[in-house]
Nanobody, 123 residues
Framework: QVQLVESGGGLVQPGESLRLSCAAS????????MGWYRQGPGKERELVAH???????NYGDSVKGRFTISRDNAKNTMYLQMSSLKPEDTAVYYC?????????????????WGQGTLVTVSS
């Protein structure tokens, strides 16, 4: 069974930095696109950043210039480096991926979500 596990969340002060990680495990043939999403208190889930298998990236407007998404294909891991954090960045951050799983009957496409990690930015 394919799983995504996020780590790195926590409590930080405004202006500080934090790095999130998302590790995929299971019978993975290939990970295609990966992304970070977040859901703040009373808000809908929104895209934070997205990265393709080739490394092309795009960001939500509110995080451009402050956050950097990256991935290590050899480790099936994605990262989100967050800098100059603001209180409005407070949210549960989820990782998401579209991948190809090796199943017993062949290969199949899956969309998988992690369980989320809480980031709180407060003084």
């Amino acid at each position: 069974q394919v799983q995504l596990v996020e780590s790195g969340g926590g409590l930080v002060q405004p202006g500080e930095s934090l790095r999130l990680s998302c590790a995929a495990s299971g019978n993975i043939f290939r990970i295609n696109a990966m992304g970070w999403y977040r859901q703040g208190p009373g808000k809908e889930r929104e895209l934070v950043a997205h990265i393709t298998i080739g490394g092309s990236t795009n960001y939500g407007d509110s995080v451009k210039g402050r956050f950097t998404i990256s991935r290590d294909n050899a480790k099936n891991t994605m990262y989100l480096q967050m800098s100059s954090l603001k209180p409005e960045d407070t949210a549960v951050y989820y990782c998401n991926t579209n991948l190809i799983e090796r199943a017993r009957t062949g290969y199949r496409s899956l969309e998988v979500w992690g369980q989320g990690t809480l980031v709180t930015v407060s003084s």
